[in-house]
């Protein structure tokens, strides 16, 4: 015959679980709260290095993009690009346009095999490199973004494990008070 556990056993062994789940979220808040801080400080640290700035307000570079671009990046006009949001617009509001200009609407590929389909011309030649720089700084500027985006959900859910965390352990409390209750 199975033996029957008691009311107060039973509010033990589950408030024993609640607050070991509470130390796991406990110990996982802290490590994406750490996570967080590592990747928006490398961001930050890469970026500040590279010293780009936005435009200035009223300055060409910035009154020469198209209307929707130009709000977007007026937001940070004269600003040194330091976290992921800049990068992310500098790359694709400021570079983006240029690129499609200098290239005139060609890909750094798509320049490139014309270009290896006319070796003399020197102008198109020049678009290429002009592009493959381009589109180099824009591809790292996106992975700063990228990587600082990724630290801003890892913070977001930190705090969830931290609320998870201080529930658990509300819980564990209660279990443990409502089991010195029982008979």
Do not use: C
Not at 123 to 146: D, H, I, K, S, W
């Amino acid at each position: 015959m199975a033996k029957v556990i008691d009311r107060k056993s039973l509010d033990k062994i589950a408030s024993s679980v609640g607050g070991l789940l509470a130390v796991g979220l406990l110990i996982a808040g802290a490590l994406m709260t750490w996570a967080y801080s590592f990747t928006n400080d490398q961001v930050k640290t890469q970026l500040l290095a590279q010293q780009i700035f936005l435009p200035a307000a009223g300055t060409g570079g910035l009154t020469s993009l198209p209307a929707a671009d130009q709000t977007i990046v007026a937001k940070y006009a004269g600003e040194q690009v330091v976290n992921g949001r800049q990068a992310e617009v500098f790359a694709d509001h400021y570079i983006a346009v240029h690129l499609r200009g200098i290239g005139k609407g060609m890909t750094y590929s798509q320049a490139s095999t014309a270009s290896m389909a006319a070796p003399t011309d020197t102008a198109l030649a020049g678009e290429v490199q002009t592009l493959f720089r381009g589109e180099t700084l824009r591809g790292m500027l996106l992975n700063a973004y990228a990587f600082w985006q990724i630290g801003q959900i890892v913070l977001i859910a930190s705090y969830v494990a931290y609320l998870g965390a201080v529930l658990f352990l509300l819980l564990t409390l209660l279990g443990f008070r409502h089991g010195r209750r029982q008979a």
